[in-house]
């Protein structure tokens, strides 16, 4: 159960896109379907953006989405916003019903 | 509105015990599975346990196996996280949080959490 890799850090001026990408192995991230992103302003508890690597429920703008390519998922959001500056984490379903969160990305929109 | 409500974090002691508990409300807690994560302030998300919906299973964390014991009481719309053995390093923000539709494998709404340090 170790928690999934992010990159510390990305950022990006207002109106470009910051992919975050997100590493496993193939018994979570490569395993599943099953990769979730989550947005969390300080203080804050997180939201859901993304289920399901590519899903967005109601309410979440579709400047934001999901991807994966073997071991890897990425979160892309797109014309970035000031609000947008948040930590974000990934999650993936980890098998024999367990999970694991990644380490977590500060985005700063410059 | 979908709410979820965590109280009995507290300081403790190293070896010492807590009960956690998250009061739900806003929609029909028996058919949501529930899971409990926690957050080191200024770090990251930590998944710890989850329950299904009428409490027959029950899924931990390795770190805190054998310690740690999820419960609820559907009839009171209530989960728990009972915490024995406590360490230091389960000091943190425990968050209860409700899954999204079945087959998601993620959770949609969590509670505002509550702090639990275990220090001497």
């Known amino acids: 159960q170790s928690a999934l890799t992010q990159s510390p850090s990305a950022s990006g001026s207002p109106g470009q896109s910051v992919t975050i990408s997100c590493t496993g192995t193939?018994?979570?991230?490569?395993?599943?379907?099953?990769v979730s992103w989550y947005q969390q302003h300080p203080g804050k508890a997180p939201k859901l953006l993304i289920y399901?690597?590519?899903k967005r429920p109601s309410g979440v703008p579709d400047r934001f989405s999901g991807s994966k390519s073997g071991n890897t998922a990425s979160l892309t959001v797109s014309g970035l916003q000031a609000e947008d500056e948040a930590d974000y984490y990934c999650?993936?379903?980890?098998?024999?019903?367990?999970?694991?969160f990644g380490t977590g990305t500060k985005v700063s929109v410059l | 509105e979908v709410q979820l409500v965590e109280s009995g974090g507290d300081l403790v002691q190293p070896g010492g015990s807590l009960r956690l508990s998250c009061a739900a409300s806003?929609?029909?807690?028996?058919?949501?599975?529930m899971h409990w994560v926690r957050q080191v302030p200024g770090e990251g998300l930590v998944w710890v346990s989850r329950?299904?919906?009428?409490?027959?299973?029950?899924t931990y964390a390795d770190s805190v196996k054998g310690r740690f014991t999820i419960s609820r009481d559907n009839a009171k719309n209530t989960l728990y996280l009972q915490m024995n053995s406590l360490r230091v390093e389960d000091t943190a923000v425990y968050y209860c949080?409700?899954?999204?539709?079945?087959?998601?494998?993620?959770?949609?709404?969590w509670g505002q959490g509550t702090l639990v340090t275990v220090s001497s």
């Open positions: 949080a409700r899954h999204y539709v079945s087959g998601s494998y993620s959770v949609d709404s």
């Open positions: 806003g929609f029909t807690f028996s058919d949501r599975l």
């Open positions: 329950i299904n919906g009428d409490g027959s299973s029950t």
């Open positions: 193939s018994s979570d991230v490569g395993g599943y379907n099953c």
């Open positions: 399901e690597v590519t």
């Open positions: 999650s993936s379903y980890a098998g024999s019903n367990s999970y694991v």
